[in-house]
């Protein structure tokens, strides 16, 4: 089954878990800044969302990288960068609409979600399943159940 | 690992800033943040110096899990000496700050002498800088986190800073990070503002690492799943936050009421947790708006609420129409039992107006609600407070003088010296509820025993957050006691204050221990750190930092006479619910706590107790 992340904000408390998750799977060591998802505070409103590549069918970067350098994994579907031709040119944050690739500095290339090659650590880590890892086909499945829930068939039955 | 191994110094006095490693046979000793900064404090500074004089130091300390993937790590400490008490200060706070001054690479910065002028210490890594902040002087915490964030272009600085009433020399001024999170006690925010430091903006890149990554994260995700499937970190804190013991205590009868002239308030339900997700006012909406976590928090007990639009202090006053930090339980009880005020709205803006100008809701509803027994007696009038009929029960006189004492003016000086100092001003200190300076919080020692002896022992002043055998004595954790004995209790207390020194040391947060023990902390610090820490070792270091604590007090001039109750506590039995005609019973139980403790007759650690501990 293709599977794709699911995010609800409205379950996210803003832990972090997720960013620490994400840069210890990627880099060993835990540092949000190094993180590929991130979470967004609106304080005013008390909301946290949690942010970061929908893996585009066509995606933008893919179609902009002069390198060829971001690959589609046949598994898992997620766009990968290959460090090896990443020249670090950055035009794919550039045609990114959503800003979620992003330079390294540290190591001169791109860094994006690649799904932890089908085990994301993030949907791992969260406590509150804000993110979840499910049938691509069927994110809204949740939600669907939901309100499928508050229709009110008693009323129905006895019309 | 765990510990960067480097800590900052900074010299108010002359401007620098210099990177020096981490004393590592201490670290072995004492783990790190509260026990670590102690150590330091100890070693280079007087315990008998005028805490408000440049000679005084703070030290913002975190622990070795502080930013790693350990549930709760977000947790700091500020370690100077208290200008409210005169003894060892330590207040921890959350938030977001403690792990990103970890991740910029720095265990702990120790700030030292005074600035001839505001300033504000940058931190972007390796790259430290104290800038001038004569701007930022007169601001208050919000406007502080805002224009910084501006000014470095950098929407991911995290800052911690003091408010007005810090500046102005409020006793009980807290240091407030990321907007609502508080170092909370003692007056550390008045040490900051005494050195002319008006906050720390902070940036980190280089992240943490632990000595065996994959030990820690097993032991990490299985101390989740605990916390998960605890009732109390799993279900009550996250629906209700701490605000879950507002009711429980009540009925209990120990709920201080009218400056604990009573045990149980009348208004309780209405301030409440529960009350907070009930729908009210112009906008029928709940107070609550969501929970919110710190830093690596899978528990998540904060409180984000909103003023209702249609209550009197926000009218006209957009400013406070959004959300932000709520009420939790400590300051629902201090700004309304203790002045018997019940408006959840009033209350909420108060809190508000705490977190703004950054100042402890504990000691600023304690010493109001003296100030309102000494105005019922006509000993404080209308002439002392510009008018304001301080009046047990009345929100107008909560939010006028929460707003008083944010800025540090009008009647607000007197309430911002604290209750000691207020009541002894008006010829009645009786009146006073405090323990070596410091108010008590919500939990009538009259109707739980054990936290008689708590308050009494506090090496910080009268504080919950020593040894909260509430855990035992009303919700049965670990296991149940009886709340009016004080058979036991010494024994309890002392494991709760060796158990809770250790666990403050680590990095992570105390409330996890609704669901975890110490046992539950070895694996995570032993497969992080250098060296082998075993639940001995850890248990150790716990009672090593209580008796240093101790030390330092010794030598500022503090004696076992200070390890006392207001009279209130001691002669005034309880006039309703379970505790009737109780007091606490201290001196049944202080003799037993200094021969458990190893300490002699008057309080002092004996020869042998200091040499088992290597002190
Ligand atoms: S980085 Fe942007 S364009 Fe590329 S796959 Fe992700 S969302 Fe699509
Ligand atoms: S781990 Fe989950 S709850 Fe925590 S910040 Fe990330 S998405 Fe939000």
Known sequence: MMRSLSISPDKCTGCLQCEMACSYENEGVFNPSRSR??????????????????????????????????GINAATGAKEVNEGLCVGCKVCTIACPFGTINYNHATGKVIKCDLCGGDPACAKACPTQAIVYVDADWTGYDRMRNWAERTDNQSTAQA | MGWHKKILRVNLTNGSCQAEPLNMEWAAEYLGQRGLATKYLLEEIDPKIDPLSPDNKLIFATGPLTGTAASTSARYSVITKGPLTGAIACSNSGG??????????????????????????????DEVELLPAADLWGKSVWETDEILHKRHQDPLLRVSAIGVSGEQGVLYACIVNDLHRAAGRSGVGTVMGSK????????????VRVKDPARFMKAVGEKKQILAENAVTGQGLPTYGTQVLMNVINEVGALPTHNARDVQ????????????????????????????????????????SRIDKGHYTVTNRPGYWGASGGLEYEAAWALGAATGVNDLDALTFANFICNEQGYDPITFGSTLGAAMELYEMGVITDADTGGVALKFGSAEALTKMAEQVGKGEEFGKILGLGSKRMCEKYGHPELSMTVKGQEFPAYDPRGIQGMGLTYATSNRGACHLRSYTVASEILGIPEKTDPLATEGKAGLVKAFQDATAAVDSTGLCLFTTFAWSLDD??????????GDW??????????RIWNMERQFNLAAG????????????????????PALGKVNGLKEMLPEYYQLRGWDEGGVPTAETLQRLGL
């Open chain 1, 37 to 70: 998802i991130k979470v967004f505070s609106f304080e005013r409103e008390g909301r946290h969302v949690p942010y970061t590549c929908t893996q585009c069918s066509d995606a933008w970067c893919r179609n902009a990288c002069p390198t060829e350098a971001i």
């Open chain 2, 96 to 125: 977001y700050f403690g792990a990103e001054l970890k991740f910029a690479g720095w265990d702990m910065i120790i700030f030292e002498g005074k600035a001839a002028a505001p300033v504000y210490l940058y931190v972007n890594d």
């Open chain 2, 196 to 207: 002319n430091l008006k906050a720390i903006a902070v940036r980190g890149g280089k992240g």
């Open chain 2, 265 to 304: 308030f009348n208004g309780a339900s209405d301030i409440s947790g529960e009350a907070m997700h009930q729908p009210r006012g112009k906008e029928n909406k709940p107070n609550l708006v969501t929970n919110q976590a710190c830093f690596g928090c899978t528990i998540a007990c904060g409180r984000i």
């Open chain 2, 521 to 530: 902390f070895q694996p995570q610090v032993d497969a992080a750190c250098d």
């Open chain 2, 534 to 543: 075993s639940l001995e070792r850890l248990s150790e270091v716990g009672e």
């Open chain 2, 558 to 577: 503090f004696t076992g006479k200070d390890d006392t109750l207001p009279k209130r506590l001691r002669k005034d039995a309880a006039k309703t619910g």
